[in-house]
């Protein structure tokens, strides 16, 4: 995989973020495959609004972010907030592809995707002022440090390539949460999956997970029993195989 962006096709852009447009996509369309099925990705040409890529195979689309620096950081910018947040409440967004890349070299540090499935209202943070002469439309920013590592899976990690396997695998690991979860039921499944990635172990007990009930309390204020809620995604997590239960109250992630 070339970890390069530069190709001649931007050298007629004076625009910067009309050649980092060009320079981007072109690299994708080179180098990515479908995190899905593994059948490489198509640019759509015809500029659809909702994605710019998408697999023949599977039908999967994908929306691609860039940014420059060391990192991907804890926010990217998207468009309008709300166009983002009715494509999620509607079940209409895109999976997204995050690359960042080196100002200077062009070399691509990090580049990750992740499943529409994964985006609650709840990560997509709202900027503090309209655009230029028209003041009450907003753009916003994906939080995507709030998305569990699990949703964020790397075919780039600090400049190193991973195999391809792993990314099929990896992303086909979390996509149990397409089966049609409301947003609610979905928050509470990815703030578990979050919780049980803070413990930095791949196994733990049921007890390690009850260190975070003041947390839970706090993004779920209307649940009065967080303990039995904790237990009961525990379970489900269980029966759809990221979990695995090893006997009284303890679990190893699969």
């Given at each position: 995989m070339?970890?390069?962006?530069?190709?001649?096709?931007?050298?007629?852009?004076?625009?910067n973020?009309?050649?980092?447009?060009i320079l981007t996509?072109?690299?994708?369309?080179?180098n990515?495959?479908?995190p899905?099925?593994?059948h490489?990705v198509?640019?759509?040409k015809?500029?659809?609004?909702?994605?710019?890529?998408?697999?023949?195979?599977?039908?999967?689309d994908?929306?691609?972010k860039?940014k420059?620096?060391?990192?991907?950081?804890k926010?990217?910018?998207?468009?309008?907030?709300?166009?983002?947040?009715?494509?999620?409440?509607?079940?209409?967004?895109?999976?997204?592809?995050?690359?960042n890349?080196e100002k200077?070299?062009?070399?691509i540090?990090n580049f990750?995707a992740?499943p529409?499935?994964m985006?609650?209202?709840e990560?997509i943070?709202?900027r503090?002022?309209g655009i230029p002469n028209?003041?009450?439309y907003f753009?916003?920013n994906?939080?995507?440090?709030?998305?569990?590592n699990?949703?964020?899976?790397s075919?780039?990690?600090?400049?190193?390539?991973q195999?391809?396997?792993?990314?099929?695998?990896e992303?086909?690991?979390t996509?149990?949460?397409?089966q049609g979860y409301?947003?609610?039921?979905?928050g509470?499944?990815?703030?578990?999956?979050?919780c049980?990635?803070?413990l930095?172990?791949?196994?733990f007990?049921?007890?390690d997970?009850?260190?975070?009930?003041?947390?839970?309390?706090?993004?779920?204020?209307?649940?009065?029993?967080?303990?039995?809620?904790?237990?009961?995604?525990?379970q489900l997590?269980r029966?759809?195989?990221?979990l695995e239960?090893v006997g009284?109250?303890k679990y190893r992630i699969?």
């Amino acid at each position: 995989m070339n970890l390069n962006l530069y190709s001649s096709l931007s050298d007629g852009y004076k625009n910067n973020s009309q050649k980092i447009r060009i320079l981007t996509e072109n690299w994708v369309n080179e180098n990515i495959y479908c995190p899905s099925c593994g059948h490489n990705v198509n640019e759509y040409k015809n500029n659809k609004p909702v994605a710019d890529f998408f697999c023949s195979r599977c039908s999967e689309d994908y929306e691609l972010k860039s940014k420059k620096g060391n990192s991907l950081g804890k926010t990217i910018a998207d468009g309008a907030y709300n166009t983002m947040i009715e494509r999620i409440i509607g079940d209409a967004s895109p999976n997204f592809f995050f690359l960042n890349y080196e100002k200077d070299t062009y070399n691509i540090l990090n580049f990750v995707a992740t499943p529409n499935y994964m985006f609650i209202p709840e990560m997509i943070r709202k900027r503090k002022k309209g655009i230029p002469n028209r003041p009450n439309y907003f753009m916003c920013n994906i939080d995507i440090s709030s998305i569990p590592n699990s949703g964020k899976i790397s075919y780039i990690k600090d400049g190193k390539v991973q195999s391809k396997d792993k990314v099929i695998d990896e992303w086909n690991k979390t996509i149990f949460l397409k089966q049609g979860y409301n947003l609610k039921s979905k928050g509470w499944i990815l703030d578990i999956i979050k919780c049980i990635e803070k413990l930095g172990k791949n196994n733990f007990e049921l007890r390690d997970m009850y260190q975070f009930e003041k947390y839970l309390k706090l993004k779920h204020p209307d649940n009065s029993n967080i303990q039995a809620k904790i237990r009961q995604q525990l379970q489900l997590l269980r029966d759809r195989n990221y979990l695995e239960f090893v006997g009284r109250g303890k679990y190893r992630i699969s």
